[in-house]
Every structure is written in structure tokens, then in C-alpha cells.
């Protein structure tokens, strides 16, 4: 199968530091392309992914920017300008399945990386109509009532570039970026009140982030609470394997959290809130703890070394791997061919999610042997 993956423009693929959506996308191509499949990655210039690449802007164009709409546009126009010559479409750009609708008789699926709340929501119950939508948690896909879902795709990893670490550095880590939504301020006061020592590596260069760090984080620190700045992947692996758990106090239905599988992937427990996809990546008292309130959040830094590394490993590894997140986009990949091919134009009369009408609603299957297709043919 021909395979066009669109990451976004801002960051390149994979990120050098910060940057979930586009690890997921390296991830995902690469897995597609060791299946035997023909995958090229429209992304930016820079990016270092190591299957075909294609692209409009040559470095990343960085977050935050005045001209985004117009530079995404670019970017996705760019895109589809080849798009004809393959055989789907996997389209990760928010602009970009509005630009693909265009073309009927092209198969084309989207993933949403972010809630469907607010505008999103309006946006994606009108892009459905033409292009599929694939949620990443069961906790993301709840909030699309009336968006038509072609079903449900976990993240995955490729776990042997995650090696298992052994904790002995003692620490709690934060990891992420510097924003009231992941709750920074809050494993702060939990870490302190617990007396565990907190290191926190974070991107914080958006307006936003440096003045929540300056006025809710900063304060903050001293003691055993240190701030690092943004780390690189070699940095942000050595950190992981060396803390006692990641600190997670997420304050936002986050739709998955990549963050908490790397922890898990290296062996490093995860305490979090119970909000978003949290209890989908974490078994409580298994690989972590899920809290619902600060003194939660306090005890569960105090039973972390209760916990086993290497079935922190073992589970996400059975649930998260890149050959299951691979295997279920393939399914959704020929399902969504075969509904082109036999109607270009779909009409959706139906606001059932998981509607059985053939080639195009689709539950995908939860066993893992039944939906790893072979690489050859579509």
C-alpha cells in the first residue's frame, strides 16, 4: 500500500524535544514502512524520520505564529498536491481534511490530537461528513456524540528504543510543558508535601507558559524542587529511567498523554489525576495511581517503590506497542478505501457512531490477532 502521512508544520518529525503529536507520527511511518508498506511523510524539511519525506517549508515553522492559518495552508496544499498518487491519506493537520474533502474519489482519514470540545467539536461533526475520523481514547471519542468516528487508535511505541531504567535516582519527574493544564504547580505542592524531590523538564517559550512559570511556578521552586528547561530525547530517557515515577497531575481531559506511555515503556510508575485518557494507560495500583485530589496525589508518592518497574514495562508493552497501533490503522486504512471505492460521495444519514453500514462505521476489534493484516496488496 502507498501511504501519505501529513504531520503538522510546526514542529519537525520526530521532535528533537518537545513535540507528542509528531513522536506518534515517526512512530506510526516507521511501523508502517517495517510492515512492507510504501509510506512517505509530508512534514517539514528538517525532519529526520527515516522513510520518504516531501515538503513545502525546509525547518520547522515553531508554535505560536501570527501567519498560522495561511503556513498550514501552505503546507497541506503542498501535500495534496501529490496526494493523487497514493493509495490513502492520513492526514494529521487540522486544516488539512477541509482541503482534502475536495477530493471525493481520494481516500483520506484524519486523526484529532486534541478534545472535541468547543469549535473543534463543530468542525469535526462537519469534516466527518466527508473524511473519517479516528479518535485516540475512549475518553477523547466519548465527546463526539455526533462526529462520525471510524473507530478508536491508541498510540503505540516502538519499545526497543526505550530502555528500562531502575529508578535509583529517587526523584519524582515532571515532564512536558510549563501550562496550568498539566497541572505543574500542583506536583510541585504535591512533591513538597511528600518530601520527594521534584524535576521538572519542560518546554516553556509560548507567551502563556513563561507567565504561568512566572507566576504560578517559579515561586515555587527551591529545595528539592528544581526546573531543568526543555530536554532533549537522550536526556528526557535518562531521566525517566532514573526517577521513581513520573508526576502527572494532568488538569484537562487530556485525549491520550504520550508522556505516561514513555514512563511505563521505561519501567518508571505513573501517578496522575483520573481525567481524560489517564485510566486507559494506567492500572491503578499496578503501573501507578490514579488521584482525584491533592492529599491523593501526596500518599501516592509515598507507595510508588510498592510497584514493580519491570510490569510497568511489560503492560504497556502488551497494550501500546507500534505493531498494535500499526495493525489498527491498516484496518482503518482498507475500510476506508473500500468505502471509496464504492461510494465516492457518502452520504451520512445516521449519527450512530459505531453504525454498521459496510465500509465506512466500523468498530475496531480490541484482539490484536485479528487485525494485523498482512503488508502485501490493500
Known amino acids: 500500500m502507498k501511504i501519505l502521512l501529513i504531520a503538522p508544520p510546526w514542529i519537525q518529525t520526530p521532535p528533537v524535544a518537545y513535540g507528542g503529536t509528531e513522536a506518534v507520527i515517526d512512530a506510526l511511518a516507521q511501523g508502517l514502512q517495517k510492515a512492507g508498506h510504501e509510506v512517505t511523510l509530508f512534514a517539514t524539511g528538517d525532519s529526520t524520520s527515516p522513510v520518504n519525506l516531501s515538503y513545502h517549508f525546509e525547518t520547522a515553522l515553531g508554535v505560536g505564529r501570527t501567519d498560522s492559518t495561511l503556513s498550514e495552508l501552505l503546507h497541506v496544499a503542498g501535500a495534496y498536491d501529490i496526494a493523487k498518487h497514493f493509495d490513502i491519506v492520513h492526514d494529521h493537520t487540522l486544516i488539512g481534511p477541509s482541503f482534502g474533502a475536495r477530493y471525493p474519489h481520494l481516500p483520506i482519514?484524519?486523526?484529532?490530537?486534541?478534545?472535541?470540545?468547543n469549535g473543534l467539536y463543530e468542525y469535526y461533526r462537519m469534516i466527518s461528513k466527508k473524511v473519517?475520523?479516528?479518535?485516540?481514547?475512549?475518553?477523547?471519542?466519548?465527546?463526539?456524540?455526533?462526529?462520525?468516528?471510524?473507530?478508536?487508535?491508541?498510540?503505540?511505541?516502538?519499545?526497543?528504543?526505550?530502555?528500562?531504567?531502575?529508578?535509583?535516582?529517587?526523584?519524582?519527574?515532571?515532564?512536558?510543558?510549563?501550562?496550568?493544564?498539566?497541572?505543574?504547580?500542583?506536583?510541585?505542592?504535591?512533591?513538597?508535601?511528600?518530601?520527594?524531590?521534584?524535576?521538572?523538564?519542560?518546554?516553556?517559550?509560548?507567551?502563556?507558559?513563561?507567565?504561568?512559570?512566572?507566576?504560578?511556578?517559579?515561586?515555587?521552586?527551591?529545595?528539592?524542587?528544581?526546573?531543568?528547561?526543555?530536554?532533549?530525547?537522550?536526556?528526557?530517557?535518562?531521566?525517566?529511567?532514573?526517577?521513581?515515577?513520573?508526576?502527572?497531575?494532568?488538569?484537562?481531559?487530556?485525549?491520550?498523554?504520550?508522556?505516561?506511555?514513555?514512563?511505563?515503556?521505561?519501567?518508571?510508575?505513573?501517578?496522575?489525576?483520573?481525567?481524560?485518557?489517564?485510566?486507559?494507560?494506567?492500572?491503578?495500583?499496578?503501573?501507578?495511581?490514579?488521584?482525584?485530589?491533592?492529599p491523593e496525589l501526596i500518599s501516592s508518592l509515598g507507595k510508588v517503590d510498592q510497584l514493580s518497574r519491570p510490569a510497568?514495562?511489560?503492560?504497556?508493552?502488551?497494550?501500546?506497542?507500534?505493531?498494535?497501533?500499526?495493525?489498527?490503522?491498516?484496518?482503518?486504512?482498507?475500510?476506508?478505501?473500500?468505502?471509496?471505492?464504492?461510494?465516492?460521495?457518502?452520504?451520512?444519514?445516521?449519527?450512530?457512531?459505531?453504525?454498521?453500514?459496510?465500509?465506512?462505521?466500523?468498530?475496531?476489534p480490541t484482539d490484536t490477532a485479528e487485525t494485523f493484516l498482512p503488508a502485501s496488496g490493500m
Open 312 to 364: 510497568c514495562r511489560y503492560s504497556a508493552e502488551q497494550r501500546f506497542s507500534s505493531e498494535i497501533m500499526v495493525a489498527k490503522h491498516l484496518l482503518v486504512y482498507r475500510k476506508t478505501i473500500e468505502s471509496v471505492k464504492a461510494s465516492p460521495s457518502l452520504v451520512i444519514n445516521s449519527t450512530n457512531r459505531f453504525d454498521h453500514r459496510p465500509g465506512w462505521g466500523y468498530k475496531i
Open 109 to 117: 482519514v484524519t486523526t484529532n490530537h486534541l478534545p472535541f470540545q
Open 132 to 294: 473519517p475520523v479516528i479518535a485516540i481514547s475512549e475518553s477523547q471519542a466519548k465527546l463526539a456524540t455526533d462526529v462520525r468516528l471510524a473507530g478508536v487508535v491508541h498510540h503505540g511505541l516502538d519499545f526497543s528504543k526505550f530502555p528500562i531504567g531502575d529508578g535509583s535516582g529517587g526523584y519524582a519527574l515532571f515532564l512536558g510543558r510549563i501550562s496550568p493544564d498539566k497541572g505543574v504547580h500542583i506536583a510541585i505542592d504535591a512533591a513538597r508535601a511528600a518530601g520527594t524531590p521534584l524535576l521538572i523538564a519542560a518546554k516553556c517559550r509560548e507567551k502563556s507558559e513563561i507567565e504561568y512559570f512566572t507566576q504560578q511556578v517559579e515561586p515555587r521552586l527551591g529545595g528539592n524542587i528544581e526546573y531543568l528547561g526543555e530536554v532533549s530525547r537522550l536526556e528526557k530517557l535518562r531521566l525517566l529511567g532514573g526517577a521513581k515515577c513520573l508526576l502527572n497531575p494532568i488538569a484537562w481531559p487530556e485525549p491520550f498523554g504520550m508522556v505516561m506511555l514513555e514512563a511505563l515503556a521505561c519501567g518508571t510508575p505513573v501517578v496522575t489525576t483520573s481525567l481524560g485518557a489517564a485510566p486507559e494507560i494506567v492500572d491503578h495500583g499496578t503501573t501507578g495511581f490514579l488521584a482525584d485530589s491533592l
